[in-house]
């Protein structure tokens, strides 16, 4: 088989080798693209790779800069106008996006709360606070905010009937965390000082000194009522 063969082979015409020889970059001298490197630089960029990105200048002022630090340039007063408009809405734009994260962050904080079922929950329904409300026989004003959002009007109504001697003040225009507003706690430390001052009159121990003591405890009790 391998003489056979071997005379199959050799009676064939013979033909020439045909240099195949793959171009690779080694063909040429420096094994790359060559480019005008006046016109790399004509162009803004340098040649890199193919995928390279090319990423403008932070020292390189814009137009409208160049424009603005120059007081004779024609455009000067345009745009100088032109870059605090800009700047202004930058900060509208951050606080638009400060808003819009502060509520989203709230509405995931208070998903699926409900506060008709929160406030027997905090209240006295599932955790024991030492005392019930229909219990207390003191005095006791409630301040709510109409525009309340966390804590329905309907909800402090119920509380208010709960106790006996309770009166539930709803303020317009307020919203939730009346304790946050100066002018709400301003009011309302005004009428309890007001309040202590008629009740030490009456008593005529405005001028004793625990009877000033007394007014001071009573008064840190009485602002929280």
């Not at 390279?52 to 800069?65: G, I, R």
Request: charged share 25%; aromatic share 4%; net charge positive.
């Amino acid at each position: 088989m391998s003489a056979t063969s071997s005379s199959i082979t050799s009676s064939l015409p013979k033909s020439p080798r045909r240099n195949k020889r793959k171009s690779t970059g080694r063909d040429t001298p420096s094994g790359r693209t060559t480019v005008t490197p006046g016109l790399e630089r004509e162009n803004g960029k340098e040649n890199h790779g193919r995928n390279s990105t090319v990423y403008p200048d932070p020292s390189e002022q814009t137009a409208l800069q160049k424009a603005a630090n120059n007081p004779n340039d024609p455009n000067n007063e345009a745009a100088i106008l032109a870059a605090a408009a800009s700047t202004l809405a930058d900060k509208e734009r951050q606080m638009t996006y400060d808003t819009r994260l502060t509520h989203a962050i709230w509405d995931l904080a208070t998903s699926g709360a409900n506060p008709a079922v929160d406030l027997l929950v905090c209240l006295e329904r599932r955790h024991t606070i030492g005392f019930r409300y229909v219990d207390i026989q003191r005095a006791v004003v409630i301040h709510h905010g109409s525009k309340d959002t966390r804590v329905p009007v309907e909800n402090v109504r119920w509380l208010g009937k709960t106790m006996k001697r309770c009166e539930v003040r709803v303020l317009e225009g307020e919203g939730h965390g009346l304790m946050a507003s100066a002018a709400v706690m301003g009011g309302i430390l005004m009428e309890i000082a007001r309040e202590w001052e008629d009740w030490m009159k009456v008593t005529g121990s405005a001028g004793k000194p625990e009877g000033r003591r007394g007014l001071r405890e009573r008064a840190s009790v009485g602002a929280f009522r």
